[in-house]
Each structure stands twice: as structure tokens, then as C-alpha cells.
């Protein structure tokens, strides 16, 4: 099975057009991560780590890029992420052979992140503050001029469980790049991509 570049991700992207006046109950915003993006995966301290981790077997640590979209709803104040398509780098020889059910794989980790709800906390102006409803240390930062940040997951090290932290910024796709790219996605999904521009699925 194939599965097409990263551009074919926002075909999906949907505004539900609202009546006159109201503002729409659901908003989907396409976001690329900045520079510098973290993520940290800690194995149980019971069991025997990951052999070849760095910088050790009990903490592993990746660089984080790629492209996601923000799902808000303004009607149930929530935010959930949709189109993840991540690249990690760092610990190569470890996402070549990955432990099973461990997520130090970017497909394992957009699997993660997709199944999370943040639940809008209402906090004073000039941000939102959303929490993840599971994992209460987990938080989406929106600053409301196009840039968000991602901080933060679960850590239950100290009773003998795994850990997934994050730290990433991102910046909203401008209009014009975003329906271009929309355009070209829905292009391709009409035609079918050609060769050149499909990369196979990861495992």
C-alpha cells in the first residue's frame, strides 16, 4: 500500500460554513513545526530499556518536524489534532528496530498524539490554554497569531511506568500555501498520484 506525500494530508481539511453571523462550530487550521520541536520517550526503569537508546537505554531522545492540523471546536471548547505527518530524528538505529508497542517510531507517536482531546481551560487573554483530558500535564498553547505550542504528556517513571514528553512549537501554513497545497492533494486523489510522488507506508 502506498500512501502519498505529506501535501495530500490537506484534502481533509474541512470548514463547516455556519449561518450568517455566527462564527463556524468547527475550525481546522494546517500548522508546520518549528525548528527545535523535542520529543522524549522514557521505557519502564523495571524493565530493561532500549538497548542503543541515546543518551541512554531508559531515556530516549528525538527531534520532532512535519505537519499537523488543529481541529477546534467552538461549540464543545475543544482541540484535538488531526494529519499528523511527523518525521522524528535521532536514535535511527532504534526506529529501524523498534520494540513492540513502543513508540519511538513517528507512525506510533501520530498514533498517540491523534487519539488525544484537549478540553479549553479559560484563561485570561492573549491565550488559549487547552488540557489533554487524560494525561492533565499535557497541554496546546494557542497565542492566537497563527502559532501554537505543544508541552508536556505523562510520566509515570516514579511507579515503575513509561514516559512521553513534548515540547514543540508550531506556526500556522499561510492561506495561500495551505489551498495550494489543498489543490494539489485533491488533484492527485482524483487522478492518482504518479510514481515519483509517493513514498511507501512506514511501518
Given at each position: 500500500?502506498t ?11 474541512i ?25 522524549t ?35 464543545a ?34 498514533e498517540?498524539?491523534?487519539?488525544r ?42 511507579v515503575?511506568?513509561p ?33 515519483h ?7
Open positions: 500500500m500512501r502519498f506525500l505529506p501535501l495530500a494530508c490537506f484534502a481533509s481539511l470548514f463547516l460554513a455556519p449561518p450568517a453571523g455566527q462564527a463556524a462550530p468547527l475550525e481546522v487550521k494546517p500548522y508546520r513545526i518549528a525548528p527545535g520541536a523535542t520529543y520517550y522514557k521505557p519502564s526503569p523495571e524493565g530493561p530499556g532500549i538497548a542503543g537508546g541515546m543518551p541512554s537505554a531508559f531515556e530516549l531522545d528525538f527531534g520532532v518536524a512535519g505537519t499537523f492540523a488543529v481541529e477546534y471546536d467552538r461549540m471548547f475543544t482541540a484535538r489534532l488531526l494529519n499528523l505527518d511527523l518525521v522524528l530524528t535521532g536514535n535511527e538505529a532504534v526506529q529501524m528496530n523498534p520494540p513492540a508497542f513502543t513508540p519511538v517510531t513517528a507512525d506510533r507517536v501520530e498517540f498524539l491523534v487519539a482531546l484537549f478540553d479549553n481551560l479559560f484563561v485570561a487573554a492573549p491565550l488559549d490554554q487547552y488540557q489533554e483530558r487524560t494525561y492533565d500535564n499535557f497541554y496546546l498553547y494557542d497565542f492566537l497569531q497563527g502559532a501554537i505550542r505543544l508541552q508536556g504528556g505523562f510520566d509515570v517513571t516514579p515503575d511506568g514516559a512521553m514528553l513534548f515540547d514543540a512549537s508550531a506556526q500556522l501554513i499561510p492561506e495561500p500555501v495551505a489551498a495550494a497545497l489543498l489543490g494539489v492533494a485533491l488533484a492527485l486523489a482524483a487522478v492518482g498520484a504518479p510514481a510522488l509517493r513514498q511507501p507506508a512506514r511501518k
